[in-house]
Structures are given as C-alpha cells and as structure tokens.
C-alpha cells in the first residue's frame, strides 16, 4: 500500500511569506502528526491531529498551525517565515497514535531566504 | 514528560564488525519504544518496536533491540555491519493518551561504516 506522501519535496520561500505543506496518510491512518528536524534542534514535535481534532501541540510559536481534513490528510502552515524556519518538515500517520507507532513520510525540505 | 538520551553521537565500525547503539528512556509508565534509521535527506525509517512481551525485539535489515526495564535501556544491535547501514538512527519514545499522543526522540547516532 502508499506510503506517507509530502508535497513538495523541496521549498525555498522569502522571509515574511507565508507556506503551506501537504501530507497524505497512509490509507485507513487517522492520526497524523507533524515534526520539525533541524541540525542544531533535533527532531521537534509541532502537532498531532486525530480525526481533525488536534490531540497536542508542541511549544512552537503561534505562526505554525495545522489543520486535518475528513479525508485524514492534513495541511501545515507556517506564516511571517523567518530564516529560523528552514528545516526539514516530516509528517507520520499512525492507525490510533504514538502508542501504535508512526510511519514517516519523505519530508519537505523548506529553504527561507 | 518523557524524554530520550543516547549517549553516543557518532559511532564508526568496520564492515562485518557488530554494531550497539545505546538508548535510554525515561517515561513514568511501560514505554512504546521505537528505533529509527534516517538516510541523508529522507524520512525515518521504522526499524523495530517494542510495546510488551518478549524483551528481545526483532527488526528489519538485521536489527534486533533488546529492553531491559531495571535500565530503562532499549540497545540496538546488530550482528554483522553492511556499508549500507551508514545512517543517523534515533531513538523514540512513544505515548497514548495519558501523554500527549507524541513521539520524543533522543539526539540521533551518526553511524560510518568503514571497508
């Protein structure tokens, strides 16, 4: 079966613009979650969503948001970029949650400048 | 909170050498544990779990992790290196609904395998 698929694979944005980044779950997975990986931070968790209703949220300032279609796939979006902001963004989906195990998809690698 | 450390930032090991990558957890109930394996640019790849049972756990590519609880450790190993296990591989820690419904990784291990 498909795997977790991000669009695009690869972003370069303008600081101050705003971006929006697409994940489709694997088919049946209603738990979608979003984490930032940088070089110095690690990876960092920003948000959970389990049937559109977002379960936690990470300690990332209130420019990251998300949101989580009827069709489990889910949209990130990060507005007034800023240089910090460049980093690779995963998304995982999972049939329940953490508890279950996720499976990551490829990443968008999101470039401001 | 639940949190994960590995000790060790960079590891290099011989090709056909075994291979230990040390994790240890903290977390106030039974742990959901997981080892991920991150080639350069790509996503995680899921490599084993442990939820309960059997202590020794069995993985992909080889891989097999063993938890021990009295040191709240979950080691991989494997017997025999391939070239192709050079990677970054991470440590995780997951929780339900008591806690958060998140995934917390340790730093990562940088593995280079040399011929």
């Known amino acids: 079966k498909a795997g977790v698929t991000q669009t695009p694979r690869y972003l370069i944005k303008t600081r101050g613009q705003q971006v929006t980044l697409s994940c489709s779950p694997i088919s049946g997975h209603r738990s979608v979650s979003w984490y930032q990986q940088t070089p110095g931070q690690g990876l960092q968790f920003l948000f959970e969503y389990f049937s559109e209703t977002q379960r936690n949220k990470g300690n990332f300032p209130g420019r990251f948001s998300g949101r989580q279609f009827s069709n489990s796939r889910s949209e990130m979006n990060v507005s007034t970029l800023e240089l910090g902001d460049s980093a690779l963004y995963l998304c995982?989906?999972?049939?329940?949650?953490?508890?279950?195990?996720?499976?990551f998809g490829s990443g968008t690698r999101l470039t401001v400048v | 909170a639940q949190s994960v450390t590995q000790p060790d930032i960079h590891i290099t090991v011989s090709e056909g050498a075994s291979l230990e990558l040390r994790c240890n957890y903290s977390?106030?109930?039974?742990?959901?544990l997981f080892w991920y394996v991150q080639s350069p640019g790509q996503g995680l790849q899921l490599l084993l779990k442990y939820f309960s049972g059997d202590t020794l756990v069995q993985g992909i590519k080889g891989f097999e992790a063993e938890f021990k609880r009295s040191q709240s450790s979950f080691n991989l190993r494997k017997p025999s290196v391939h070239w192709s296990d050079a990677a970054e591989y991470f440590c995780a820690v997951g929780a339900g609904p008591s806690n958060d419904y998140k995934l917390s990784f340790g730093a990562g291990t940088t593995v280079t395998v040399r011929a």
């Open positions: 995982a989906s999972s049939l329940t949650g953490a508890d279950y195990g996720y499976t």
């Open positions: 977390y106030g109930a039974t742990p959901y």
